[in-house]
């Protein structure tokens, strides 16, 4: 009798066991390497970013200096940095980067190093600061600012001196990076004089620096190490855009790099992002003669860059009098507020579609269901597969009471916080295939070639992924200023 009752005590006491058990969440899955940074997460929920072309190329019409342009050219009568991040905010950015050196070797701040800078200016009697006045600006208006130290510098006579020119560019960095608060972004710009082959860049020692003066910086150059140059200035990704490269394969500067930095690398070992740069004008600096992009263009950019798991670094620089045309600023509010039409709504949330999922980790129970695909998280919050036994991994979006949806645009976001992954996507309507996608990272958006689809049915299939495929959001939108050019549909 008393040996029944142990049994049974050791039963009731397995039991409790097992439903503890049972009562616990299901634990994440686990990430796949590389992952980004916690500045590198920042960085990529911005979206866009500003940069601003300034200096004595404003005043003499031209795109590169030669350097020998006399610092009292610059003179801008009426500069008001204020206006800038006014502008920045009405924008929605987040984060401005500013010249304060381009090739031509002209310092928008009053460097020790050299003469030829705001020092030997007309403006403010050559007691003047732009760089002040622009960290300033930017953290009156509670947004971030970055800077831009152009490599090439085509004034200094250091220039050409390895050694000799790698200490007063370091100098300057510093002089930078210590004088005037946090700096979120520095900007290494690949350009070289084409004729100066002996001249080295120090970058592991400019790199090591950066990261000794500021802690939440990233650093752009071509191939990172933070963020890389995506490889043209037009503001267009490639159709497949990985976040990884593998850096020790890469030497900078070197132009066979463009295609790989293009695309990225599904079996790169290092996190590396892609910025799409571009300028809202022909030029990267003002000219009088030159007008902003028209909204088409610049939505255009925004799917081919932020829809394609990049940012978009888009430049709009101030003119001679030191402020942002009203044009310009015009076109960027249009913009901004053409991108909140569009994906303020989903539809496939607002009009209680019902979503399902090919499986689901955990059960339902288990905290990783399709609900977390349509919530305002789009990072921590995601649908995950069940871990085995499956090959077919698809979401299906079905519209209320079985009536349909009217959308032109799907948005697919990975969780990237556990890695990037997804290689190859489809999405059907109704059972017809209407897009065929690659990569899809921080955020993939496809515009539906054929115009306005009523749906019943969306699959979003997922047929090749680096693992389990982790979805954080998922949207239909109406895009009103989508005009597609195909009115037939989709071609296989
Ligand atoms: C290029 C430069 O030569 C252009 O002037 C501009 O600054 C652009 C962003 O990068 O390499």
Sequence with gaps: MARLLFLSLLLHLFKSAISVHEQALTTPPLPILPL???????????????????????????EWGDGRESPKIFNPSGLNAGQWAEVAVEAGVSLMILTAKHHDGFCLWPSKYTEHSVIGSTWENGKGDVVREFVSATSAQGIDAGLYLSPW??????????????????????ELLNQYGEVREIWFDGAKD??????????????????????????????GPDVRWVGDEQGYASDTCWSLINRTSLSIGNPDITNYLNTGDPKGTDWVPAECDVSIRPGWFWHKSESPKSL?????????????????????????TGLISDIDAQRLKQFHSAITTVFQKNIAAEEDCSVTVSSQRGGKQGGFGPENMLDSDHLWTYWAPEEEGREEYWVEIRGRNNGSVRFNVVRVQEAIG??????????????????RGTTVGYK??????????????VRIRISESRGLPLISSIGLHFDPFWHSKFTAGFRE
């Design 296 to 320: 088409t263009q610049l939505l255009d950019i925004y799917y081919n860059s932020v829809g394609r798991n990049c940012l978009l670094l888009l430049n709009v620089p101030p003119n001679t």
């Design 36 to 62: 980004p940074s916690y500045s590198q997460l920042k960085w990529q929920q911005r979206e866009i970013i500003m940069f601003l072309h300034f200096g004595v190329n404003t005043f003499t019409d031209r």
């Design 418 to 435: 556990l890695g990037q992954r997804i290689q190859r996507h489809e999405i059907y309507v109704d059972g017809k295939l209407v897009i």
């Design 444 to 457: 993939r958006l496809h515009r539906i070639e054929g115009g306005v689809v009523d749906a019943r049915v």
């Design 153 to 174: 510098d085509r004034h200094d006579s250091r220039y050409g001196h390895d050694i000799l020119y790698n200490e007063y560019y370091l100098a300057q960095l510093q």
């Design 194 to 223: 084409p004729k100066a082959e002996n001249v080295t860049y120090y970058f592991t020692e400019w790199f090591s620096m950066v990261k000794e003066l500021q802690k939440s910086i990233n650093i752009f150059s071509d191939a």
